[in-house]
């Protein structure tokens, strides 16, 4: 990737340029976009899109990028984390605790899918074909991971690492077929339902 620009114009430009690669991606999809059609998109001269980015595949990693930045943000810090949990730890409130933070983290993923189904689906396709893409991908992945496993670990249970993969690839498979299976459920009632199935797991420890 390019270095990012330090002037306020070319900043502006580099944005614009993202805003209009992003939708290109999605009303053209992945092969039909160029840097001039990019460029178009943006009003500006292909040769602008080529002072801050090397091609298209540079582009998808640097809205991958940005995607996993804007995920980062809305991810709880571990204090926050560690506060919610902590709660978990009284017979009393280990359900309702537990409950609510696997519905926070099923809103995150569910948000992250549903802001743009169409670029995710180009993401994942593409992050097969190119490894630098796939690493960004993961990245942001690990962020929501690393959060289960810090619950898990609360409880002290055996194995906590594979209880963590487990219960990290039923709430993505979930989130996956709510926002790409287009099921007559509703949101709401989905990651209801899949918060208490989650959190039930912990309901005899």
């Known amino acids: 990737m390019k270095a990012m620009p330090t002037q306020a114009r070319a900043k502006q430009k580099r944005a614009a340029l993202i805003a209009a690669a992003s939708e290109c991606f999605v009303s053209l999809g992945y092969h039909d976009t160029t840097a001039k059609t990019v460029a178009n998109k943006a009003g500006v001269a292909t040769g602008t899109f080529y002072q801050y980015f090397e091609n298209k595949e540079d582009m998808l990693r640097v809205i991958a990028k940005q995607r996993m930045e804007e995920l980062y943000q809305q991810v ?5 984390f560690l506060e919610l949990s902590s709660k978990a730890e009284t017979a009393s409130v280990k359900t309702g605790a ?8 099923l809103e995150l993923i569910y948000g992250f899918h549903e802001q743009a189904p169409e670029l995710h689906q180009i993401l994942e396709q593409r992050k097969e074909l190119d ?12 962020m929501l991971y690393d959060r289960v496993l810090m619950f898990v670990n609360r409880f002290n249970i055996e194995n ?8 990290f690839a039923m709430a993505e498979g979930l989130v996956h077929r709510q926002v790409f299976g287009r099921p007559e459920q509703s949101k709401v009632l989905t990651l209801q339902l899949g918060a208490a199935m989650l959190a039930s797991y912990f309901d005899n420890l």
């Open 98 to 105: 537990t409950e609510r933070i696997f519905h926070q983290v």
């Open 131 to 142: 490894p630098d893409l796939a690493e960004i991908l993961g990245q942001g992945e690990k």
């Open 160 to 167: 906590a690492d594979a209880v963590a993969f487990n219960l």
């Open 76 to 80: 709880p810090s571990a204090t926050e």
